[in-house]
């Protein structure tokens, strides 16, 4: 097992840091749990990930639901990177933190009739349509909302390419049998219906077809496939000048190697060799996971044979991956454990769900106590983003840290907060 460390993410004398600011010292002025960011890190992601891509001219849009924070999008925005979004609140947050609507793809599998309207007045740059039946919705709504002056949507067909890729079951997308896109046969039928449609152009091809993969294989299947039918459809007359690659690029959670961007780049730009148009991918995952810890404190050490269980302040509704998908997080002591002797735990949270576990048989110091702190790595994806408040517990904070500076960019959600919501009933 490789550690993630990375240089923002460290121990210095026996002190976990996040670039210069020590993990005990927010714990102290932020209260556990709560999830801090390196923006050095997130940084570097975005270069490695601009330079992998820029040499190949791929465009690249952040999948936003990896990570929607304010703070996040608004640097990531001003690194001129497009968004993937998958609902309305996404286009919401996208355009508070300054994307360009032209920057915009506009993904999912069930957009409501009102988001889609919302997308169309805010004149995004592409929808990815993943069926017969929304692309008719989305041809309804053009020809109503159309004011003549606005070009024709700009719209790509998700197609599901049935490929098999090594994932976890709830992670994979792209085979037969998902709910995602649509069949290849009927894309082909599609492009040559709404060929000269007045307000919808389709213009290209999308696929994602599942997160966390380290192959690329199942990438060169897919394009492959996808190439195939973008020629039965030119053979058609149709026109095919945006392929969109998705997401999926599989980073280390302790057991991995990452498929690492310059890899995936050269892999497409192989795969779409001779393809007059634009390619483009949608990351999510590899841009913003490493770039955070969850940090909590240990409530109880319960002792129990044979393991004993660490009950932590931190639960599934802060961090559900694993209760979710039976991910797996690596754990670490805030305070290095320097003698090194380790012993097995049961990590949990408080909630009451006997799914609230976080790892199983885990080693860490031997001498760890109620009011010691440990963190999660690679807590930046598909983290924070599905806190709730089950058991009625605070929404979790999220700090955002700069050299020697972080900034509280969510506050703690409390209670109290959440019961302004209940308190005056409205009668309907
Ligand atoms: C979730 C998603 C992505 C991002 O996937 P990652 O595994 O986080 O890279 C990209 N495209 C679409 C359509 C998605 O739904």
Not at 20 to 47: H, M, W
Not at 182 to 192: G, K, S, V
Not at 208 to 216: C, K, L, R, W
Not at 318 to 325: E, F, G, H, S
């Amino acid at each position: 097992m490789t550690f993630p460390f990375t240089k923002n993410i460290h121990y210095q004398n026996q002190s976990l840091s996040i670039e210069g600011c020590s993990i005990e010292a927010l714990a102290l002025k932020v209260n556990t749990p709560f999830y801090v960011y390196s923006q050095a890190r997130l940084l570097d992601n975005i270069t490695a990930c601009k330079a992998a891509f820029d040499a190949h001219n791929i465009q690249i849009h952040y999948a936003v639901k990896a990570n929607c924070n304010l703070h996040i999008l608004q640097l990531i925005a001003s690194q001129g990177i497009g968004v993937d979004l998958v609902s309305g609140g996404e286009l919401y947050r996208a355009t508070k933190a300054g994307v360009q609507a032209e920057k915009m793809v506009f993904s999912g599998v069930g957009k409501s009739r009102s988001e889609l309207i919302q997308a169309i007045n805010m004149h995004i740059g592409q929808f990815n349509v993943e069926s017969a039946e929304e692309l008719a919705l989305l041809a309804t709504l053009a020809e109503d909302t159309s004011d003549n002056t606005s070009r024709k949507l700009q719209v790509a067909l998700r197609v599901n390419p049935n490929v098999v890729v090594n994932t976890h079951k709830n992670i994979t997308t792209g085979q037969k049998g998902n709910k995602f896109g649509i069949d290849m046969d009927l894309a082909l039928t599609l492009f040559e219906h709404y060929a000269n449609h007045p307000s919808i152009e389709l213009v290209g091809l999308a696929m994602h077809i599942g997160s966390q993969i380290f192959e690329v294989a199942p990438y060169r299947e897919a394009i492959q496939k996808l190439r195939l039918l973008a020629t039965k459809i030119q053979e058609k007359g149709g026109n095919v000048s945006v392929l969109d690659l998705g997401g999926g690029f599989g980073i280390n959670y302790g057991e991995n190697t990452p498929l690492d961007f310059a890899t995936i780049a050269h892999v497409i730009a192989e795969e779409t060799k001779g393809f007059r148009g634009k390619v483009a991918v949608e990351p999510g995952r590899s841009l913003v996971a490493d770039i955070g810890l969850l940090v909590s404190r240990v409530n109880y050490v319960k002792e129990s044979h044979p393991t004993p269980f660490l009950i932590l302040d931190a639960a599934m509704n802060d961090l559900m991956r694993p209760a979710l998908y039976q991910a797996s997080h690596p754990i670490k002591e805030v305070i290095q454990n320097t003698t090194s002797a380790t012993r097995s735990y049961d990590i949990v949270g408080p909630v009451c769900e006997s799914t609230d576990i976080f790892a199983s048989k885990y080693p860490l110091d031997t001498n760890i106590k109620a009011g010691d702190l440990v963190t999660f790595f690679c807590a930046g994806a598909y983290s924070a983003v599905m806190s709730n408040s089950y058991n009625s517990r605070d929404i979790v904070p999220e700090v955002f840290v700069n050299g020697q500076n972080a900034t509280l960019v969510r506050e703690r959600i409390t209670q109290e907060a959440l019961l302004q919501y209940e308190v005056n009933a409205k009668p309907l």
